[in-house]
Nanobody
Framework: QVRLVESGGGLVQAGGSLRLSCAAS????????MGWYRQAPGKQRELVAA???????NYADSVKGRFTISRDNAKNTVSLQMNTLKPEDTAVYYC??????????????WGQGTQVTVSS
């Protein structure tokens, strides 16, 4: 079994900062990529940022220069530092991992989501 547990969401004023963290645990052989997605009410889930095990990162245009993703491969964790938050960043943020289990099954796994609300 694999679990992704997120923490760090909350309510913040526009211009403020939040840090999200996610820890993956369970029967994991290797995590290829870890990242963060978000879903605002009435909208589709979208990629916010992702990081590969090799250190490559990818960001949505809307968060470039404001958000920073970081991974600890040894601990199977990923964090998202969010600065200069805007009301349009309000959404449920989901941790995602593309990983290979000890059984050699490769799949996509999701956390339960954490709410981020940015007030104007």
């Amino acid at each position: 079994q694999v679990r992704l547990v997120e923490s760090g969401g909350g309510l913040v004023q526009a211009g403020g900062s939040l840090r999200l963290s996610c820890a993956a645990s369970g029967s994991i052989l290797k995590i290829n990529a870890m990242g963060w997605y978000r879903q605002a009410p009435g909208k589709q889930r979208e990629l916010v940022a992702a990081a590969t095990s090799g250190g490559s990162t990818n960001y949505a245009d809307s968060v470039k220069g404001r958000f920073t993703i970081s991974r600890d491969n040894a601990k199977n964790t990923v964090s998202l530092q969010m600065n200069t938050l805007k009301p349009e960043d309000t959404a449920v943020y989901y941790c995602n991992a593309d990983l290979i289990r000890l059984s050699l099954y490769r799949g996509d796994y999701w956390g339960q989501g954490t709410q981020v609300t940015v007030s104007s």
